[in-house]
Structure formats: structure tokens, C-alpha cells
């Protein structure tokens, strides 16, 4: 494994990191996702299984996505395309996450914080991965 190549799997572990930790809403208690709406100056919670049902299979996906992120960091020659899928898609999730944050009222300090951070871990691991594959023998 090359250094480029080891740096890659060490951000893309780092990267996971936040969004695995997504684990915890899912199996949080109720009160504690209100307790957060009214940390981030949010209205409370409508109390409806649809609300709940949402927040719970988005931390789940979340969690999952993170996941994948530390798969792919075992072995970056091998899932290369399943890294390129994961950077690319966070470049055309980003902004539309943005804008769908600003639409509905997120607060600021939330919209300015989500979307540009996906742009920005997406950016970083294709020129990473870019630099990984410079060099390389093919992977066989």
C-alpha cells in the first residue's frame, strides 16, 4: 500500500466517523430528539409516528453510509468505484441538501454547516483517491 493510498483509508475513516455515529438517534429515547430540536432553536417535535419514523430511518441511513465509508477504507484499490460513487454523489448531494435545508427553515448555523461539509469531505476524497491512483500498478 502506497502512502497516498493510506492516507485515503485514514480519511475515509475519519469521514465515516460522523456519520456512523448517527446510530445513536436511531435508538434514542423520543425526549432527547426534542431536547435537540430546542438545543438547535427549532420548534418541538410534532409528536407523529411519520416525524419519528423519518428522523429514525435517516440516523439509520446515516449510520449505514458511515459504514460504507469504513468498508471501502480496507481496501481502496479494490472498492476505487465505490469511492468515486460515494465522493460524486456527496458533490451533487451537498447542494441540494443545502437548499432543501434553507427551503424549509432549518437555522442557519445548520444550513451553512451541512451542506458545506459534505462538499467539502467529497471534494477532499477525490483528490485524495486522485493522488492514491497516480502511480499505481493495476489492481489485479
Known amino acids: 500500500m502506497t502512502r497516498d493510498e493510506r492516507i485515503l483509508k485514514i480519511w475515509l475513516r475519519i469521514a465515516g466517523i460522523g456519520p456512523a455515529l448517527a446510530i445513536v438517534a436511531v435508538v434514542m429515547p ?5 431536547y435537540s430540536a430546542g438545543l ?10 411519520i416525524v419519528e419514523y423519518l428522523a429514525r430511518s435517516l440516523s439509520a441511513f446515516y449510520a449505514m453510509m ?9 481496501d481502496v484499490r479494490r472498492y476505487a468505484g465505490l469511492v468515486t460513487y460515494l465522493a460524486v454523489g456527496g458533490l451533487v448531494f451537498a447542494p441540494a441538501i443545502f437548499i432543501l435545508d434553507l427551503s424549509v427553515g432549518m437555522p442557519r448555523e445548520w444550513s451553512y454547516h451541512e451542506g458545506p461539509i ?3 469531505l467529497s471534494a477532499v476524497t477525490l483528490v485524495l483517491q486522485a493522488r492514491a491512483r497516480r502511480g499505481q500498478e493495476p489492481y489485479v
Open 30 to 34: 423520543t425526549s432527547w430528539m426534542d
Open 40 to 49: 438547535m432553536k427549532l420548534d418541538p417535535l410534532p409528536h407523529a409516528p
Open 66 to 74: 458511515g459504514g460504507l465509508l469504513w468498508l471501502a477504507s480496507v
Open 118 to 120: 459534505v462538499l467539502a
